[in-house]
C-alpha cells in the first residue's frame, strides 16, 4: 500500500476516534463546558494534561530547533518539563482548593476588583492568542504534507476540525479526546525513534543510543555529529550559542511562562479534590517525560541523517552530494509544502547543503553557496521517517500524532479564551444574571470567533512554532505568573498592586516583542532587526517575560505599599487557601 493511502487511513480511524468521542461527550451544561463536570480520574486526568501541555512545539517543533540549534536549544527541553513542575507543585493544588472555573474568576476574587479580573482576561487572551499561533503552524504544517496541499490550505483544514470538536464538546468533550491524542501522539512519537535508534547504534532505546556508539563503528554519536557539522561549515552541534544570559532568561522565561498558562491550570479544576489535583500533576509529569526525554535522541539522529543524505561522501568531491533529480520523494514532497526550498545556484544539477563556515572553501570547489535554502525547523519530526525510509505505517503514525499534539493544545487554548468571554467577561462582569444556556452559546461563539481570529495568524506566524510558543509563555510569564503567585503567597498584595503589575508587565513585554517582530506581526513594521546585535543587553524577545516578570513584581510591590492593605477577610483567604488539607475552598467552590 502507498503512503498517501496508508496516511489517510491512519489519519482518518484517528479523527473517526477524535469525532466519535467528542459527540458522546458533548458537553450539557455550564460545569461540563467548562471543567468536564469537576470529575475526571486522577490519571486519565494526567494523560489529557499531558496532551494538552505536549503541544505542536514540543511534537513537532522542539526537536527541529534542538536539531538545527544543538545544545542552545536545550533551554526549552530545561524551560518547559522545569516549569511543569513549578505548576504542579506551586500553584495547581492551591488554585483547585479554591475551586473556581478559570484563572481569571481567582484573580479577580483573590484582589476583590472586577478591574483586576478583566485586566486577567486581557492577559491571558493575548497570551493565549499568540500561543495558539503556533498550534497553528504545526496544524498547517502536518495536513499541509499530509494533504500534500499547500500550507494555507493546512491550516484552513485544521480550523475546520478544531471548530467541529471543540466548539461542540467544551472541555468534557476535549478532556476525553485529549486522552486519546495522549495515546496517540506518544506511540507516534517513540516508535520511529526506536526505528531509527536502532538503525545508527543498535540500540533500541533512543534515550541510550543518544549517548551511544554508532552502529559502524566510527565512534559515539554526539562526536560524529560534531564533526560533520564542522566539516561542512556549521557550528559544532554540543557547544553553546548565543550568550549565556539569553540562555538562562529564556530558561527562566519558559518555566514561569509554563506555570502561568491558563488552558494547562484549567485541566487541574477538572478533578475531584484537592489531593486528585496533586496526583494527577504527578502522573502528568510521567507521561510527559516519556517525550520530553526522546526529543533530544530524534532531534540528534535527524540532523545526522539529513546531513548523509544531502552530503553522499567526502566534502568537495565531485559526485559527493545528492543529485536533485535522484532526490527521494519524501524531498519532492516537502517542497510542495513550500516549507523545503532548492535554489541550484552553480547549475550542476547537485545539492550543495553547507554553514557560512565553509563559504570560502566552498567557492574553491565551485559552489556559489548553500542551496538548501529553506529547511524549516517544524517539518523535521515529521519527515524524519521518511529520511530514515522507515516503513510507511510509522510515517503516516507520525503524521497522525503531531495533527493530534497541535490539535488537543489548540483545543485547551481556544476553551480557555472563549471561558475568559463567557464567563469571566460576561457573566462575571457585564450580565451577571445571563442564563445558563446562554453563557453557554456565548462560549461556543467566543469560541468559534477564536478560531478565525488563530487561523488567520497562524497564516501569518513570525517564527516557528516553539519560536512563536516561546513569545506566548514570555507573556504569560509576566503578566499572569506573578499575580497568581503574590494572590497566594502574599497576603499583603492588594488590588492596585497587582493591577499595575500585570498591566506594566504584559506592555512591558509585548512592546519588547513587537519592537523586533513587527507590530501585531505585521511583516515590515519592526522597529529594529531581529538579531542578537540590536537586542537589549543581548536578550532576545523570548527571553524577555523573566525580566518583565520582575518588572511585575516589583511595580506591584511598591504600589502595594503605597495604598491600602487588602480587607481582612481577604488576608484570611490566602492564609486558609495556603492549608494543605481540604477539599473546598475558602469561598465555597462551586
Known sequence: MDLKTTTFIVVGLSFAVYLYIAARTRAKSTKEFYVAGG??????NGMATGADWMSAASFISMAGIISFSGFGASAYLMGWTGGYVLLAMLLAPYLRKYGKFTVPEFIGDRFYSKTARGVAVLCLIVASLTYVIGQMKGVGVAFSRFLEVPYNTGVYVGMGIVFVYAVLGGMKGITYTQIAQYIVLIFAYTVPA???SMQLTGNPIPQLGLGGSLADGSGYLLDKLDLICKDLGFAQYTTQRGSLINMFLLTMTLMIGTAGLPHVITRFFTVPRVRDARSSAGWALVFIAILYTTAPA?????RINLMHTIQTGPVGAADANLEYAKAPSWFKNWEKTGLLKF?????????QYYGKGLDAKAAEFGWQGNELVKVDNDIMVLANPEIARLPNWVIALVAAGGIAAALSTAAGLL????????HDLLKGMFMPN???KSELMAGRIAMAGAILVAGFLGLNPPGFAAQVVALAFGLAASSIFPAIMMGIFNKRMNKQGAIAGMLVGLVATLVYIFWFKGWFFIKGTNM???DAKHWLFGISPGSFGAVAALLNFFVAWVVSKMTPPPPDHIQHLVEDIRVP????GAMGGH
Open 39 to 44: 470529575g475526571v480520574h486522577p490519571i486519565l
Open 194 to 196: 526506536i526505528f531509527i
Open 298 to 302: 530524534v532531534a540528534a539522529m535527524a
Open 343 to 351: 535554489d541550484d545556484k552553480n547549475k550542476d544539477g547537485r545539492i
Open 415 to 422: 476553551l480557555a479564551m472563549s471561558s475568559a468571554v463567557s
Open 434 to 436: 445571563i442564563t445558563e
Open 528 to 530: 529594529a532587526p531581529d
Open 581 to 584: 488539607q481540604g477539599a473546598k
